[in-house]
């Protein structure tokens, strides 16, 4: 009796979800292309004109089709919809307010910086599929949002910074004993040769974080000294701490939530100096996830999900509807990051027969797009209903996908992303 009863749960569980994606795939609007790359996004306009925030996501890094189609799409979102500002997943926050004209950063970049930014870009750079993206970034009139925090580099050169502007603030004066005791733990962070203590790292972390705190009403004028106190906090919690873990997953979940909470930090402080901007923000299907946690984690703990709160979660919080996050998936092809170094493995991208993405192929369109907010506009059920999909790592996962994501972008066949000769 036990048997039978499983099997007709496995029946229903498939039937059910064999039924909302035949559904969404029969939504799903084709994108014309020619030479192998969509050349039309108007179908998206109705999606996207109130918009100021789009997450434009990839499921892996390597990814030389996506890198295409999405270099179109940022094109014709600047060129034809006002959108003004790309944000970077890999780009650093001070690097990038250099670029949009904080002169007064030019001496803690290397030289030439302004004209060589996008080579530290990693690990998008070095790809042959981007240098269309690459030309047209550059000859643009548009702002950038660097949403990382402190690279190692950036971080040892500003813990100088930060230490001058305190030397130079009213709060030096009156508290050189607290100043004298910073010194030498910055000067660890600086040159990055000496674990901290845990009382180090507390004392330095609670000292940042009272900056922050003190920052409008006592010592310092310039918000953006703020800012640069939170990612090196960020970069010290992340690189510095020494504090142990009770296990794998535990780790994982503070590195990531501290990580993504302070990408989301950068971004809305541009925005909110920028009222104005309308930003396209490239990165992974990951982190561009609103509500992660409705997700199935498939490589170990099948929670593991529910403990991240990733950037796109924070960013939809702060600005809800004005934001729209785009995932994108394939069916099959191969993945790989653009270099020929040892360790970088290519992966064979296949969906297996219970995902979204087998169900999509069978419209036999190269290229595709489903608006998922329009699935459940008139019927919010939808959001509760489970299926598979491999938009995360090209790993199938069971999921309500309709709750992570605004809109699925569809690549029939993707490729590795190639090295530049």
Same mark, same amino acid.
């Given at each position: ?9 496995? !029946? ?7 039924? =909302? ?13 020619? *030479?192998?790359?969509? #050349? ?8 996207? #004109? ?11 890094? +390597? ?18 919809? +006002?959108?003004?500002? !790309?944000?970077?997943? %890999? ?7 250099? =670029? ?57 050169? #500003? ?22 005791k910073l010194a030498p733990i910055l000067e660890k962070i600086n040159t990055n040769k ?31 000294? @703020? ?5 090196? !906090? ?9 504090? @142990? ?20 930090? #950068? ?20 982190? +561009? ?60 991208? !296949? ?16 290229? +595709? ?18 299926? *598979? ?8 996962? *069971? %999921? ?22």
């Amino acid at each position: 009796m036990k048997k039978t009863n499983l099997l007709f749960i496995s !029946i229903l569980f498939i039937s059910c979800s064999r039924k =909302i994606t035949t559904e969404l795939s029969n939504k799903m609007i084709e994108l014309k292309s020619v *030479n192998g790359i969509p #050349n039309n996004f108007s179908n998206l306009n109705k999606l996207i #004109n109130n918009k100021e925030i789009i997450l434009l996501g990839e499921a892996a890094h +390597g990814e030389g089709k996506t890198f295409e189609v999405k270099t179109e799409l940022v094109k014709y979102l600047i060129e034809e919809k +006002g959108f003004n500002t !790309i944000a970077f997943e %890999g780009m650093d926050f001070l690097q990038m307010e250099y =670029i949009n004209g904080r002169s007064t950063l030019k001496n803690n970049l290397t030289d030439n910086f302004d004209k060589e930014w996008y080579n530290f870009w990693n690990p998008w750079n070095p790809a042959k599929q981007l240098i269309p993206f690459e030309n047209f970034i550059k000859n643009s009139k548009i702002s950038f949002v660097g949403i990382e925090p402190y690279e190692n580099i950036t971080a040892m050169i #500003n813990t100088s910074f930060i230490k001058n502007e305190l030397e130079k603030s009213n709060w030096a004066d009156l508290n050189k004993n607290e100043l004298l005791k910073l010194a030498p733990i910055l000067e660890k962070i600086n040159t990055n040769k000496s674990a901290l203590s845990i009382e180090e790292f507390d004392y330095l972390t609670l000292q940042l974080e009272n900056f922050i705190k003190e920052n409008e009403f006592i010592y310092f004028k310039d918000n953006f000294f @703020t800012q640069m106190v939170e990612n090196l !906090i960020t970069h010290v919690k992340m690189n510095f701490n020494p504090n @142990t873990f009770s296990n794998e997953d535990e780790e994982t979940a503070y590195y990531v939530n501290t990580r993504d909470h302070q990408m989301a930090r #950068n971004l809305i402080y541009f925005k909110e100096r920028n009222p104005k901007a309308k930003i396209i923000v490239w990165l992974a299907n990951f982190h +561009g996830a609103k509500n992660l946690r409705e997700v199935t984690f498939s490589d170990g703990d099948p929670n593991m999900y529910s403990k991240l709160k990733v950037f796109g979660e924070h960013v939809k919080k702060k600005y809800s509807d004005k934001v729209y996050s785009i995932a994108t998936t394939s069916f099959k092809g191969f993945s790989k990051m653009p270099y020929n170094l040892k360790g970088i493995e290519e992966t064979k991208i !296949i969906a297996p027969k219970e995902s979204l993405e087998f169900e999509l192929e069978k419209q036999k369109y190269n290229f +595709g797009f489903i608006d998922f907010n329009g699935v459940t506009k008139n019927n919010p059920k939808k959001l509760e209903e489970k299926f *598979n999909s491999i938009m995360l790592g090209h790993t199938s996962q *069971n %999921g309500k996908w309709l709750k992570v994501f605004d809109g699925l972008l569809y690549i029939k066949e993707n490729e590795i992303a190639i090295p530049r000769e």
